[in-house]
C-alpha cells in the first residue's frame, strides 16, 4: 500500500477511490456514517374526495339523461379502507397524519346504521351506472426517508378510506 501500512495475508483493507461517496458504517459509530439513515421516515398526505361503492350489499342501476333513480336505505353498511399490499406497513401512519391534514372523521373502517332517501338524475347527456355507497377520501401520501449511505427515497402510497357521514350515490362510467 503506499501509505506505510504493512498487510499481512490475511488480513482485510477497506478502501474508496476517490470521487466515491463513503458505505454507511454497520452498527458502529464512523465519522464517515449518514446519522440521518436512523431518522424516522416523513409523510406528506393529500386527500380528494373519492366515492366508495357498497360492495357488501351492492346496488345500482342503468341511467339515461334525464332519467332519475331513488333508493330507500336502511340497515347497517359498512366500508374498510383499500390498501395495497406494500403499504400495510404504512397505512396506520398514513391514516394518523390524514386525521390531523385531510379530515378528523377519516377511518379505516365506517359502519353507517340508519334509514335515508337517496336520488340521482342524470343531468349528463350520457347513460351512466348509478351505484349506492359513500362518499370516503382517497390519500395519496408521499413516504421520504434516508437510506444508506445518505440517500433520499421516496415512496408513493394510496390509500382510499371511508368518514364519517351519509349514503349516496356515484357514478360508474365503466
Not at 17 to 34: H, I, N, V, Y
Amino acid at each position: 500500500m503506499n501509505d506505510g501500512r504493512v498487510v499481512g495475508a490475511d488480513d482485510t483493507v477497506t478502501f474508496t477511490f476517490e470521487g466515491e461517496k463513503p458505505k454507511a458504517a454497520k452498527g458502529q459509530f464512523s465519522p464517515m456514517a449518514c446519522p440521518e439513515v436512523n431518522d424516522r421516515p416523513t409523510y406528506t398526505v393529500k386527500g380528494s374526495p373519492h366515492f366508495l361503492p357498497d360492495k357488501k350489499k351492492p346496488q345500482s342501476t342503468w341511467l339515461l339523461p334525464r332519467q332519475t333513480v331513488s333508493w330507500a336505505v336502511s340497515g347497517s353498511h359498512t366500508f374498510t379502507w383499500e390498501i395495497g399490499a406494500s403499504a400495510e406497513a404504512e397505512a396506520g401512519a398514513i391514516l394518523a397524519k390524514a386525521k390531523v391534514s385531510v379530515d378528523t372523521s377519516i377511518s379505516n373502517s365506517r359502519t353507517w346504521n340508519s334509514t335515508q332517501t337517496v336520488t340521482d338524475t342524470n343531468t349528463t347527456s350520457k347513460g351512466y351506472r348509478a351505484v349506492l355507497g359513500q362518499v370516503g377520501w382517497k390519500l395519496t401520501a408521499v413516504k421520504t426517508w434516508i437510506a444508506p449511505p445518505c440517500n433520499v427515497k421516496k415512496k408513493t402510497i394510496t390509500v382510499v378510506a371511508p368518514r364519517k357521514g351519509d349514503m349516496s350515490i356515484g357514478r360508474q362510467t365503466s
